[in-house]
């Protein structure tokens, strides 16, 4: 895997809590972004960054916030997780240059909201 | 919007042709890609093909891009058990150096021996 690590792997939390599930890198790759995966819906964005603390909304944002301090770290943050957020996330980076630009993934955080 | 479609599943037996469909309707898409997804896995990069191009091969795996349909094809030749995993289509969206990524729904393929 191309030097990106998730964590946790597996997360149990309760409807209403906060969750915060992180992705680091060490490919200094310029672009990091964060997928959801559900059944009959293949990899949807969910938000993306293009460089430290520039970041912008993908297809299914609402819900979910995130932050990029260090070239690094991507942290995606569910203020107050619901059941429809249970899925298997997904973070991903691509180095942003001009023409092939193929995005490289980490190996899933599955989160159960219960 | 954008949007990419493939069928769900696809069985085959080992050492025959596996051939996975995908449409797509961003006509900008400059690449368009193939990943593979095996079980508690992240996806890994099959192989990709450049918009201007109608024909690519890598080994076992052939992908035809039919600009005009906007229809991508994978076709990988004497598919093997370990084949069997979830194939998605992919196309960039926006400028071609975001690397923001459409992807189909997947389609498995089952490979029986």
């Known amino acids: 895997d191309a030097g990106i690590t998730q964590s946790p792997r597996h997360k149990v939390t309760e409807t209403g809590t906060p969750v915060t599930l992180r992705c680091h890198q060490t490919e200094n790759h310029r672009y990091m972004y964060w997928y959801r995966q559900d059944p009959g819906h293949g990899l949807r964005l969910i938000h993306y960054?293009?460089?430290?603390?520039?970041?912008d909304k993908g297809e299914v944002s609402d819900g979910y916030s995130v932050s990029r301090s260090k070239t690094e770290d991507f942290l995606l943050t569910l203020e107050s997780a619901t059941s429809s957020q249970t899925s298997v996330y997904f973070c991903a980076i691509s180095r942003g240059d001009v023409g092939r630009n193929e995005a490289f993934f980490g190996q899933g955080t599955r989160l159960t909201v219960v | 919007g954008e949007d990419v479609e493939q069928s769900l599943f696809l069985s085959v037996r080992e050492g025959d042709s596996s051939v996975i469909n995908c449409t797509y309707t961003d006509s900008s898409s400059t690449y368009l890609y193939w990943y593979k997804q095996e079980p508690g896995a992240g996806l890994q990069l099959l192989t990709y093909?450049?918009?201007?191009?109608d024909m690519k091969q890598d080994q076992r795996l052939t992908v035809l891009l039919n600009k005009k349909d906007k229809h991508l094809s994978l076709r990988i030749a004497d598919t093997q058990t370990g084949d069997s995993a979830i194939y998605f289509c992919a196309e960039s969206i926006g400028s071609s150096n975001t690397g923001k990524l459409i992807f189909g729904q997947g389609t498995t393929l089952q490979v029986k021996p």
């Open positions: 960054s293009y460089g430290v603390k520039d970041t």
């Open positions: 093909i450049f918009s201007n191009m």
